[in-house]
Nanobody, 125 residues
Framework: QVQLVESGGGSVQAGGSLRLSCSVF????????MGWFRQAPGKEREGVAV????????YYDDSVKGRFTIARDNAKNTLYLHMNSLKPEDTAMYYC??????????????????WGQGTQVTVSS
C-alpha cells in the first residue's frame, strides 16, 4: 500500500513562487510514474507534470512549461513541484499521484492508482 501526503500549498501574489512536496509512504517501484494534478472549482482535474521514477524523464502541460519543475528525490521518498511565475489561473487544489506504470505525455489521470489528499494553491492578482 502506498500513501501520499502533500504539503507546501498556500497563498501568493501573481509572479510569486511556491514549492509543493509529496511524501511517499510505502514502496514505489522504479517503473512507477508519479505526477502532480490540479483541480480548480468547477473544472475537471488536469495533469500538470509527471516524472518517471527510474530515469527522471518528465512531461509537462503546456500551460506550465518553463514555469514549473517536477523533481523526485528517491533517497528521501519525496516528490516536488517547484512553481515559479505563478498566475491567478494556477489557483487550484494540487494533488500528488502515483501510477504503477510508465509516464507519457498525455498526463491522463486514469492510470494513477494512488492519490494524496491535496494541498491548496491560491494566486492573487
Amino acid at each position: 500500500q502506498v500513501q501520499l501526503v502533500e504539503s507546501g500549498g498556500g497563498s501568493v501574489q501573481a509572479g510569486g513562487s511556491l514549492r509543493l512536496s509529496c511524501s511517499v509512504f510505502g514502496y514505489i517501484y522504479l517503473n512507477y510514474c508519479m505526477g502532480w494534478f490540479r483541480q480548480a472549482p468547477g473544472k475537471e482535474r488536469e495533469g500538470v507534470a509527471v516524472v518517471v521514477i527510474e530515469d527522471g524523464t518528465t512531461y509537462y502541460d503546456d500551460s506550465v512549461k518553463g514555469r514549473f519543475t517536477i523533481a523526485r528525490d528517491n533517497a528521501k521518498n519525496t516528490l516536488y513541484l517547484h512553481m515559479n511565475s505563478l498566475k491567478p489561473e494556477d489557483t487550484a487544489m494540487y494533488y500528488c499521484a502515483a501510477a504503477p506504470s510508465g509516464c507519457d505525455s498525455s498526463l491522463e489521470d486514469r492510470r494513477f492508482r494512488y492519490w494524496g489528499q491535496g494541498t491548496q494553491v491560491t494566486v492573487s492578482s
